[in-house]
């Protein structure tokens, strides 16, 4: 691995700005504050959480200390009436796009760049040469691909090296075993393993569907039968957590940590309280014996339901 060092458990922002239930501000601003002051320093986020909202956040909350952060952008989602919009990481797009993120984020570079999905109309060769571009120019640090299939990541490699992968991996969303996670350790690709709570569910602080009243509701595995399913698997898992001293959730990500020092995760939370118990999950250690008694109760695709809506599935793995 030859990308920069960051830290394994760091933070997902895109809950402060609406994506699951109501968020506020003040609280999302002092989380971010509390990450970077406990060296916690990967923020991720996206132009297109609340069209710019998110990037507005974390300008205040690293003002005066944009050193201390490191800062993960994605691009390229559209909106559009009604909701989502189609992909676009044609250069022209991503050239403009960096430009108004800069501005949002009062910085002068960010760290690291991502396009969101695969976009089937751009050549992948293209859309990595003009981030390559905005490298030369320092207007990016490195280059990342988010749920990009092990071909795609192979073209874009072969243009410029990617520093990181972002891709949903969990307990319940194990997919990239069989051909992404072998494709970016042989490139030396980092990954960055997002929804590792599986979007909070893995917490085991859901107890029915409708405690679920935001976005989550319209995903098949939060659904009807689907989410009761679901939740007996949670409660096996609280239980190993107890035997274990920690929580739900505390478990879910070290699992992930301990797929690989080449993985970092970044759980997303708007709650101080959350972040403090996520971070500490660095500190439970999975011996073998664990892992094979998580892998016994929960082995791969066990979950009930896609991890999308049937909408959003086509966009994964492009
Ligand atoms: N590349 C992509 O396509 C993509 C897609 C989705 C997300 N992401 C990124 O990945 C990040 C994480 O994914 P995610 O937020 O979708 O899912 P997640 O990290 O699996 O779960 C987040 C949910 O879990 C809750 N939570 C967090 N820590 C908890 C704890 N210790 N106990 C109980 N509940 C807890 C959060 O609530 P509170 O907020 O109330 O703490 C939030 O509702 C996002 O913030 C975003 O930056 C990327």
Same mark, same amino acid.
């Given at each position: 691995m030859n990308g920069p060092v960051v830290s394994a458990v760091s933070l997902g922002c895109m809950g402060m700005s609406g994506a699951y239930g109501q968020s506020d501000d003040t609280v999302s601003i002092a989380t971010i504050e509390r990450a970077l002051e406990l060296g916690h320093n990967f923020l991720d986020t996206a132009d297109y959480y609340r069209t710019g909202?998110?990037?507005?956040?974390?300008?205040?909350?690293? %003002?005066?200390?944009?050193?201390?952060?490191?800062?993960?952008v994605k691009t390229g989602q559209l909106i559009a009436p *009604? *909701?989502? *919009?189609?992909?676009?990481?044609?250069?022209?797009?991503?050239?403009?796009?960096?430009?108004?993120s800069l501005q949002?984020? %009062?910085? $002068? =570079?960010? $760290?690291?760049?991502?396009?969101?999905?695969? $976009?089937?109309?751009?050549?992948?060769?293209?859309?990595?040469?003009?981030?390559?571009?905005?490298?030369? %120019?320092?207007?990016i640090r490195y280059i990342g691909l988010s749920e990009a299939s092990a071909a795609s990541v192979r073209r874009a490699a072969a243009v410029h090296p990617i520093t990181a992968l972002q891709i949903e991996y969990s307990l319940w969303s194990r997919d990239i075993e069989a051909e992404v996670l072998p494709t970016i350790r042989e490139l030396g690709i980092g990954l960055v393993a997002y929804a590792p709570l599986s979007r909070g569910f893995l917490s085991g602080e859901y107890k029915t569907p409708e405690d679920i009243k935001d976005n989550r509701a319209r995903m098949p595995r939060?659904?009807? %039968?689907? #989410?009761?399913?679901? +939740?007996?698997?949670?409660?096996?898992?609280?239980?190993?957590?107890t035997e274990k001293g920690c929580t739900p959730a505390q478990l879910a990500i070290a699992w992930v940590l301990a797929q690989g020092d080449d993985i970092i995760t970044i759980p997303g939370s708007k709650q101080i309280k959350h972040l403090?118990?996520?971070?500490?999950?660095?500190?439970?250690?999975?011996?073998?014996? $664990?892992?094979q008694s998580i892998e016994a109760i929960m082995p791969?695709?066990?979950?009930?339901?896609?991890? =999308?809506?049937?909408? #959003?599935?086509?966009? +994964?793995?492009?």
């Open positions: 909202h998110n990037e507005e956040l974390i300008a205040q909350a690293i %003002k005066g200390k944009r050193d201390k952060a490191f800062l993960s *009604g *909701g989502t *919009g189609p992909i676009n990481t044609h250069p022209d797009y991503l050239r403009n796009a960096v430009m108004y949002r984020l %009062k910085t $002068d =570079y960010i $760290d690291l760049y991502t396009p969101a999905r695969v $976009d089937p109309t751009v050549p992948i060769e293209e859309t990595v040469g003009a981030l390559a571009d905005l490298v030369q %120019k320092g207007v939060y659904q009807g %039968k689907n #989410f009761y399913k679901n +939740l007996e698997l949670v409660e096996k898992i609280r239980t190993l957590a403090e118990e996520n971070i500490a999950a660095e500190n439970v250690q999975l011996t073998k014996q $664990d892992l791969a695709g066990i979950v009930s339901g896609t991890r =999308y809506p049937e909408m #959003f599935m086509n966009a +994964l793995n492009r």
